[in-house]
């Protein structure tokens, strides 16, 4: 019992404690940035490039991104 309350107290379940959230948050920072700068290029707001993180909302997004019209293109067709 000792060993399961100690694991879940002191590192919600994974080793490492702060010295682990960092590589995830490289990790996020590295999927999302481009995304974002992406979606900005386009004339979108960057915000969508959250969407990456959510399973589903990425592939969905990527389509939308796909087949919409880009604002950032208007008149130049």
Known sequence: MDSV????V???????G???????LILL???VI????IW??????GAWGLLM?????????LWVLAF???PALRGRE
């Open 5 to 8: 309350s100690e694991t879940t």
């Open 10 to 16: 002191h590192g919600w379940g994974w080793s490492g």
């Open 18 to 24: 702060v010295f682990g959230l960092v590589p995830v």
């Open 29 to 31: 920072a590295l999927v």
């Open 34 to 37: 481009p995304y974002w700068k």
């Open 40 to 45: 900005q290029r386009t004339g979108h707001s």
């Open 53 to 61: 993180l959510v399973p589903l909302a990425n592939i969905i997004s």
């Open 68 to 70: 919409k019209e880009w």
